[in-house]
């Protein structure tokens, strides 16, 4: 993707310029790295790159804690849709506190998700991205999934909680800590809006198991899903993004 050397945009925030060559279209990239985990610094960071740049597409790879009904290790979720599972009012019970959830939920833009669904279909690419990953690799060839992912602003490492996130979407997919501010700050900007999407990999089950041994395997799959997917549609939705 022809990535340069990165340079600053302001005091603290870095970013590298890419670009992807599909055809004979060219278009320009811009990534930059949260420093900071959770959706408030992905929000920041997101509604900053808008400002600057006024992309008309947003895209956000990474890892995240699959739910192991739904997903392997390396496996790629489309988040579809996203929400906060903290939210909600704290209140008092016989046997401590509970929570009363009362997430929003945000969708994927629906051209995005009706792309996404057909390159689930494409049963070549588990082992395409299998064979460019060098290291140790999961059990399975890395599938490409779309499914629900919550957000929340903790680490989780314990199977009670997300059993609990489970009762607010019975397909859970994915934990993690910033997509919904990612989706919200894309939401919530001054037109025109960029079109966004989540693309994280499984790392671990937010169980007592967790630790950091698939990550580097995970940002890979996340990686190759998010390029396969670009590479291939991009010319077909340049139309449609930031509408």
Known sequence: WNWEEPV?????????????????ESFSIIAATSARMGS?????LVSKLISHFRPRFVVMGGICAGVKSKA???????????????CGKLTAVACGTYLEPAPHQINATEFL??????LVKDESLPSLVTQRWKGKAGQN???FIVGPG???????????????IKLQHRKLTAV????????????DCSSPKPSVM?????CDFADERKNDGWQAYASFTSANYLAIFLEKYLPTIKPLCGT
């Open 40 to 44: 408030v610094a992905s929000a920041l």
């Open 176 to 187: 993690e800590m910033e997509a919904y501010g990612v989706f919200a700050a894309a939401r």
């Open 150 to 164: 919550a957000s929340g602003s903790a680490v989780v490492a314990d199977n009670k909680t997300v059993d609990a």
């Open 72 to 86: 392997k290790i390396g496996d790629a979720i489309f988040f579809d849709p996203v929400w906060e599972w903290p």
């Open 8 to 24: 600053p945009i302001d005091d603290q925030t870095f970013i590298r310029r890419g670009e992807i060559v599909v055809g004979k």
């Open 113 to 118: 998700a009706a792309r996404a669904a057909e």
């Open 141 to 143: 060839s890395p599938k």
């Open 198 to 202: 989540v693309v994280k990999a499984v």
